[in-house]
């Protein structure tokens, strides 16, 4: 199914042009392969949920409005990569650029857990030589999965709790109102602990529309 979404880059674009109204934030999506990591970013693009999404890895651009002023969300939604070593699942150029991080597991799947365990500690180690910690959400996704929950709440809950970020069991596949929260909350968080900074230097290339989101297939 392809179906074609109005594009938001023209106002993203003006945004990088100098528009102090409109404030940008980079928001990068961490996890294990399978996750819904696309679910949830095309859920708060678009309220939809489309079952496929593909393994293109993209960065999307889109406008919300939150308190009456405009924010560009600029989403990368990464890949993770398959036979990788685990201290290479989160890159510094992704730190560099991220102004707040997503990190996703499946409540149904225990080894996600795990990947997202080694990524905080990773994004620890990592960004230690830099100024600042980049605010972190750890989302627990599926959760209308319950007969297949592999990774309690409480778990969840403490992962986030010992990293200091924020803790999030939602559903892409059920409700919007459910993911919404997810991307406000980390602005909050950014916005409470700096301004927004970076752009998107050096990552053009892998820039996307929304509508790309719903053409690509599963090998
Ligand atoms: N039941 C259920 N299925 C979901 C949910 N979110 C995603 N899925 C399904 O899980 C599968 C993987 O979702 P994706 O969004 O492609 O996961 P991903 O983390 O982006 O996967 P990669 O592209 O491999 O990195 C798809 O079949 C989705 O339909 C959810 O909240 N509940």
Redesign the pocket.
Known sequence: MVVQVKTNLPQYSKAMDGNQNKVETNIL?L????????????RFLTKR???????IESIYSHIDKIDGREISFNIW????PQSCESSESVSEEQLRWADGIVL?Y?ICDRASFEVVQQQVALIQKLSSSTSSPVPKVVVG?????QHRRAVSSEEGRLLAQSAGCGFFE?????AYHGVLPVFHGLHELIKGTKGVKKGTAGIMGIMRTVSAVFSKK?E
């Not at 996890?31 to 095309?42: D, F, P, Q, Y």
């Not at 996704?141 to 999965?145: E, G, S, V």
């Not at 939602?170 to 059920?174: K, M, Y």
């Open positions: 999506l996890g294990a392969e399978n996750v819904g990591k696309s679910a949830l970013t095309v949920f489309i079952g496929e999404y593909g393994d939604d990464s890949l993770y996703v499946s996704n599926k959760r209308d999965l939602v559903s892409a596949a059920e599963r």
